[in-house]
């Protein structure tokens, strides 16, 4: 299971596919796990929010952990 392409498959339309948030900062992914825990980065993937679809359903809970681990590993 590769998070990078899970993340090219359903995420950089919004997020840019550098993670730059296509201009938003709110959307930048880039020092995330800075910002958010592991845990808080699944609950938005799984739950989205604010402009965002929730995850839950479409992608496997082990897909959502790769991605939450991965993305909170960008500091
Ligand atoms: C339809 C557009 C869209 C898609 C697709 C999308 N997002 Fe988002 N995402 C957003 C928006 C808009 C926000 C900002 C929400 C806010 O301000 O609370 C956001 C916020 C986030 C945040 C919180 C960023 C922060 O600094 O608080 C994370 C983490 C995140 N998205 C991860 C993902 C991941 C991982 C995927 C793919 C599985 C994804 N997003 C797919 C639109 C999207």
């Given at each position: 299971?590769?998070?990078?392409?899970?993340?090219?498959?359903?995420?950089?339309?919004?997020?840019?596919?550098?993670?730059?948030?296509?201009?938003?900062?709110?959307?930048?992914?880039?020092?995330?796990?800075?910002?958010l825990?592991?845990?808080q980065i699944?609950?938005?993937?799984?739950?989205?929010?604010?402009?965002?679809?929730?995850?839950?359903?479409?992608?496997?809970?082990?897909?959502?952990?790769?991605?939450a681990?991965?993305l909170?590993?960008?500091?």
């Amino acid at each position: 299971m590769n998070a990078e392409s899970i993340v090219k498959a359903n995420c950089i339309s919004c997020h840019g596919d550098t993670l730059d948030g296509r201009g938003a900062a709110n959307k930048n992914l880039q020092k995330v796990g800075a910002k958010l825990s592991k845990d808080q980065i699944a609950n938005q993937i799984n739950n989205g929010g604010n402009g965002m679809p929730g995850f839950k359903g479409k992608l496997k809970p082990e897909e959502v952990t790769a991605v939450a681990d991965w993305l909170a590993a960008k500091k």
